[in-house]
């Protein structure tokens, strides 16, 4: 297969791992989401708890993606152990044999799978017989096996970019749900609002302290999880190394100098040239290789810089919404003791008002029976009057002299 086809086969496997999991892990996270929906199968209303939120459910569905991510690296794990199990190249006594054995025992991996070639222990083989055929030497072998073992390495690392990314995506999600519940919580709070419905503000307070719970739980579950697969991976490239070092680092035969018979032939003088040559070369080399070691430690101090930069204002932001959470539970503290001293109150004004309606009950009784006494005392006086004897006549004693 030529160099061109290899790269073309690369760049469609590299975008196959960038939206390959964002093709399986959104379906995925969408029917998880259907099936905890009130209109799905899974009538429980805990997880129709955590799923309701728009925050919610996009940390569900980039936890999705990240399984599915999670999931092809674990295929690619057995397709990996699958090719360290094979016999990989033909039997070597121990024995040194000329470098132009490289290009015959390349020719060999053509006649391997295709899955095979494509996987870490062929692309390891395979680039290095093509070290070896190509310069028809092994001299410098073990460079070039040290530079594709870092690669390897490095690619595997880089692999995890989006994992990395999802993981610091999710929790920010929960803060973000956060937010958005005590700003909901919050917003348009009156003691009016407070007295007929304070169910509004609790409402929004759990769903904030939901979404956080539930970032924080996918985080932790994922990174886990993200730790065991890449344990198991790096498991894979040790075998690699293992593997290359013991069958191809002294395999060839190798020149006494770097040179070899090219050097033995030239002159005195233009030895000592190519000699002045190679090392200002090399000095130039290590000069440049310094610089681009210094830019890189500034870039990664500009990278740490914005880190720190970013948690300090996730820790401010932090404090500030605690802060605010605490002004906001003392008001409501303040509110609820008002709703009961008015409460209270209230119970008083009924009491007063029964006590109120009875004395003016007893009031209106006394009144009433007061001038049923009145008229019984004047129907008293009246019936005295007309049964009473009328008073006696005065009669006039005759006079002596009349008689």
């Not at 190679?278 to 914005?306: C, D, I, K, N, P």
Request: aromatic fraction near 6%.
């Amino acid at each position: 297969m030529s160099r061109p086809a290899r790269a073309n086969k690369e760049s469609r496997s590299g975008l196959l791992g960038i939206f390959g999991p964002f093709v399986l892990g959104v379906p995925l996270g969408l029917g998880l989401l259907w099936l905890c929906s009130p209109r799905g199968p899974l009538q429980n209303p805990e997880l129709q708890r955590y799923t309701e939120h728009g925050a919610e459910q996009a940390a569900i569905v980039l936890f999705c993606c990240a399984l599915s991510a999670l999931g092809l690296k674990l295929l690619t794990y057995l397709k990996e152990r699958a090719a360290c199990g094979r016999g990989l190249l033909t039997p070597w006594d121990g024995t040194p044999v000329p470098a132009s054995e490289a290009g015959a025992l390349l020719k060999t991996l053509d006649a391997r799978p295709r899955w095979w070639r494509r996987t870490a222990m062929g692309r390891r083989i395979e680039g290095i017989l093509d070290f070896v055929a190509s310069r028809g030497s092994a001299n410098e072998l073990d460079d070039q096996m040290r530079c594709l073992a870092d690669n390897d390495a490095l690619a595997l690392e880089t692999s995890y970019a989006l994992l990395r990314f999802i993981n610091w995506a999710i929790p920010i999600l929960g803060f973000l749900g956060t937010v958005l519940g005590i700003t909901q919580a919050i917003s348009g709070v009156t003691p009016e609002k407070l007295e007929h419905s304070l169910s509004g503000v609790t409402d929004g307070l759990s769903q904030a302290f939901d979404t956080t719970a539930l970032g924080l739980f996918l985080t932790m579950v994922l990174m886990l999880l993200c730790f065991l697969v890449e344990r198991v991976e790096q498991g894979v490239l040790e075998i690699v190394d293992r593997y290359v070092d013991a069958e191809l680092l002294h395999r060839f035969q190798r020149t006494a100098g770097a040179g070899g018979p090219v050097v033995a032939g030239v002159p005195d003088g233009v030895a000592a040239t190519l000699q002045h040559a190679m090392e200002h070369a090399l000095t130039r080399y290590s000069h440049r290789l310094a610089e681009l070691e210094e830019q890189q430690l500034q870039r990664h101090q500009t990278v740490l810089e914005g880190i720190s930069q970013l948690a300090k204002v996730l820790r401010d932001t932090g404090r500030e919404q605690q802060l605010a959470l605490a002004r906001l539970t003392d008001t409501l503290g303040i509110q609820i003791q008002t709703l009961a001293q008015v409460q209270a109150d209230e119970e008083k004004l009924t009491r007063l008002q029964q006590t109120l309606t009875q004395n003016l009950e007893v009031i209106a009784s006394a009144g009433t029976f007061e001038q049923a006494v009145q008229s019984l005392t004047a129907a008293i006086h009246l019936l005295t009057s007309r049964t009473s004897p009328p008073p006696p006549a005065l009669r006039l004693a005759p006079r002596k002299d009349a008689a």
